[in-house]
């Protein structure tokens, strides 16, 4: 999500991953300074984000998959200057979460929300994102079968 915003919103035809292309220019996403992955970690979500709107509460509990990348700390004000916004950061006060000021759902997380189907349950994020689409009939639906 990050690459393709920096690439094709910011002009930073560079930026690239660190683990395809780990001598480009612009690493945009690099190695973590320690791997998550499969481990369920704390998220302090900002305040006025859409993401804080969608949970309804100032800190989250998500589950990572295999995960050993993240955002460089280095374009983070760039990527903030263009209208991405921190929306959430870890307990070391690392970035994980970031969205899109004035878009409807661009809504991007180093977590895998996904994850919750495993436990039979329709992620936050993912009912956002459905509603989002103008899927709100599918969501009563979906609701309304979990009632029953």
């Given at each position: 999500m990050l690459i393709e915003f920096a690439r094709n919103a910011m002009g930073l035809h560079e930026a690239e991953h660190a683990e395809e292309s780990p001598a480009a220019s612009v690493l945009l996403v690099a190695p973590l300074t320690?791997?998550?992955?499969?481990?369920?970690?704390?998220?302090?979500?900002?305040q006025g984000t859409k993401v804080s709107a969608i949970y309804g509460k100032e800190e989250i509990a998500e589950q990572y998959g295999i995960c050993n990348y993240g955002l460089n700390s280095e374009y983070a004000s760039l990527l903030e200057q263009a209208g991405m916004r921190i929306a959430g950061v870890d307990g070391n006060g690392e970035?994980?979460?970031?969205?899109?000021?004035?878009?409807?759902?661009?809504?991007?997380?180093?977590?895998?929300?996904?994850?919750?189907?495993?436990?039979?349950?329709?992620h936050p994020l993912v009912k956002a994102f459905l509603h989002a689409a103008g899927g709100k009939q599918y969501i009563k639906e979906r609701q309304a079968a979990e009632i029953s």
């Open positions: 320690c791997s998550v992955s499969e481990t369920t970690n704390m998220f302090k979500l900002t970035i994980r979460i970031m969205e899109l000021d004035g878009h409807p759902f661009f809504i991007g997380t180093l977590y895998q929300p996904e994850r919750s189907a495993f436990k039979k349950i329709t």
